[in-house]
């Protein structure tokens, strides 16, 4: 398998003047459902397709209950789950409240097991795709 990029010209925006640089940006092929993980899982296991469904749909929600406890989630050496905020700073600790918080943010850190398989990827122009 592979990992499909564009080329994506971007320039630096401390540095209009400038010519862009050229780089490789990854480029989804196709968007998998739910669905289709469920019916993916039930050819691996013991499971039925829609077994296999009602329990992604249950890790699903599992892991927003646990995050909105303000619970890490590890899912074994798959990776971790865990919340970040964007907010603003104030001058003073007494001044912190809540309703600095501008944006909640999901945040994935693949485990070992999903980095060793990531180290192996293969990557190929999109535009090979077409052939």
Partial sequence: ???????????????????????????????????????????????NPKEAEMAISQLLKVLKAELLAGNTVKLGDWGTFYLTVNSEGVQKEEDV?????????????????????????????ASSLSD
């Fill in 1 to 47: 398998m592979a990992l499909f990029y564009n080329k994506v010209q971007r320039k630096n925006p401390a540095k209009q003047d400038e010519p862009g640089k050229w780089y490789p940006v990854l480029r989804s092929v196709t968007q998998v459902t739910e669905k289709e993980v469920g019916r993916r899982i039930a050819d691996e296991t013991t499971l």
């Fill in 97 to 125: 409240t809540a309703m600095q918080i501008k944006q909640v943010n999901i945040n994935f850190l693949a485990g070992n097991e999903l980095r060793e398989a990531l180290d192996k990827a293969e990557f190929k122009p």
